[in-house]
């Protein structure tokens, strides 16, 4: 009897083995065939399908270092993971009880060898990630000594600001453009971004052009960004910072260097705006409508003639009472020249801004425009106002055309090079 009950359990031990094994197998070919279609799905897509947040595609020399370091962990994590792998399907199927054991196994707890071996190993690994990873940093921190542009970046709730300082950090030329959400750079020129922000902590990230960089309150960090394609990367908030942080984004557009002075000069000029209603305007000098004064309580043109008769707050104004800082909101020059608008939640078009003057809040909920305009606000526009600011706002651009987005540099118009004099600037105080 005995026997017999011996023998049926080897059995069933047997069979039970054998059905772990296929099991094991059918579980490790579907494993494999899936990693070998997202290996071939990937390699097809190729870069531009995993624009444009992508970090396989670098385009400049601090993108391109990060994504060496990623290579670099990729492969380093791969080879660990294949011999684990290795080591456990080697063990499950070496070791795999064939029938009921009479003895312990043998135990290796205590085994000197093993136990310096698996301390040395990831230690040796650590090691070839960790000297790269400090001569990648300290070449990120070197670029910052001489840059060719320097450029100021502010976190807002939720948009960002940014003030071009100088053409350089040695005493350059002074640029003084202030605009919003779109970052334009020379391509080739090595750019100092500094952070910094007034409300809470942001992270400025362009995963083509560089690493994520914290923007903290009261402390101002420093990134290097060196583009070596034209073209317009997208970034973003990579730090949650309130209700609309998913829709704080903005672009770094790329360009010629001529262009971009041709850009700078366009800015500097200005776009001609009287806000005056009386008498007639001079030449190439454009009216804005009355009830764009409401818009001069938070926002600036660079530009902008006879503003105080119709400043916002003053007893000629059609919204009096409104008073904010003039940059309270994001600066309005050449807005028709940016390619989106609420910092890259909507294109820029006629449509879309008149949609986003009449009710700010229902499109963005959270943010300070939608406290003064909108339904049952104090600056509540009809249709007909909205419409109409809408299309003075989409008129603001540069005599000579946009640069960078089809317009391109005149030769009319003189460009500012780090090699002219601020005399060689057209710009208008």
């Known amino acids: 009897m005995e026997r017999r009950n011996h023998d049926r359990v080897v059995r069933t031990n047997t069979s039970s083995g054998k059905r772990a094994r296929r099991g094991f197998a059918n579980r490790l070919l579907t494993l494999g065939t899936l990693a070998v279609t ?7 897509c190729g870069p531009d399908v995993l ?12 993108a391109d270092g990060i994504h060496s370091l990623y290579k670099l962990v990729f492969w380093l994590a791969l080879i660990v993971f294949v011999g684990v792998q290795f080591a456990i399907i080697y063990a499950s199927l070496r070791f795999r009880k064939k029938e009921i054991p009479a003895n312990r196994p043998p135990q290796i707890h205590g085994n ?6 698996w301390t040395i190993i990831p230690a040796v690994v650590l090691m070839i990630i960790l000297v790269p990873t400090i001569t990648t940093l300290y070449d990120q921190d070197a670029a910052l000594d001489e840059p060719d542009l320097v450029v100021d970046v502010y976190g807002k709730q939720w948009w960002w600001e940014i003030k071009y300082s100088t053409d350089n950090g040695q005493g350059g030329e002074e640029l003084q453009v202030v605009t919003a ?11 100092k971004v500094r952070l910094h922000s007034n409300n809470v902590i942001h992270s400025f990230w362009v995963p083509r052009l560089a690493g994520k960089m914290d923007v903290v309150p009261g402390h101002v960090n420093e990134i290097s960004i060196e583009p070596e394609e034209t073209g317009t990367y997208a970034g973003e908030c990579a730090e949650f910072c309130g209700i609309q942080h998913a829709w704080m984004r903005f672009l770094i557009v790329v360009e010629p260097v001529d262009e971009f002075y041709g850009w700078v000069n366009g800015w500097r000029e200005g776009n001609l705006v009287a806000t005056t209603q009386d008498g007639d305007l001079p030449e190439g000098v454009v009216r804005a409508p009355e009830a764009f004064s409401i818009c001069l309580s938070c926002h600036t043109v660079n530009g902008i003639e006879g503003s105080s008769s119709l400043a916002v707050g003053s007893p000629d104004s059609l919204f009096a009472g409104i008073n ?12 028709g020249c940016r390619e989106t608008l609420a910092a ?15 009710d700010p809040g229902a499109i963005k909920p959270g943010n300070y425009m939608a406290d003064v305009i909108g339904p ?42 780090p090699e002219t ?4 600037v057209v710009a208008r105080d």
């Not at 997202?38 to 097809?44: D, E, S, Y």
């Not at 940059?327 to 020059?333: A, E, K, Q, R, S």
């Not at 939640?345 to 009449?358: A, D, F, G, K």
Request: charged share 15%; glycine share 10%; with cysteine.
């Open 421 to 424: 004099s601020s005399a060689a």
């Open 51 to 62: 624009k444009p947040y992508s970090t396989t595609s670098p385009a400049s020399p601090t």
């Open 38 to 44: 997202a290996i071939l799905v990937l390699t097809a």
């Open 181 to 191: 959400n779109e970052l334009r750079l020379p391509v080739g020129k090595n750019v």
């Open 324 to 335: 904010a800082a003039a940059m309270y909101g994001p600066n309005l020059t050449n807005l």
């Open 344 to 358: 890259g939640m909507l294109v820029n078009n006629t449509e879309n801004l008149t949609q986003w003057l009449l």
């Open 112 to 117: 000197s060898r093993l136990e310096i071996a």
């Open 376 to 417: 049952g606000k104090s600056g509540e526009l009809t249709d007909e106002q909205a419409l109409e600011i809408a299309e003075f706002l989409e008129s603001l651009v540069p005599a000579e055309g946009c640069t960078g987005t089809g317009g391109g540099a005149s030769d009319a118009t003189p460009a500012a090079t």
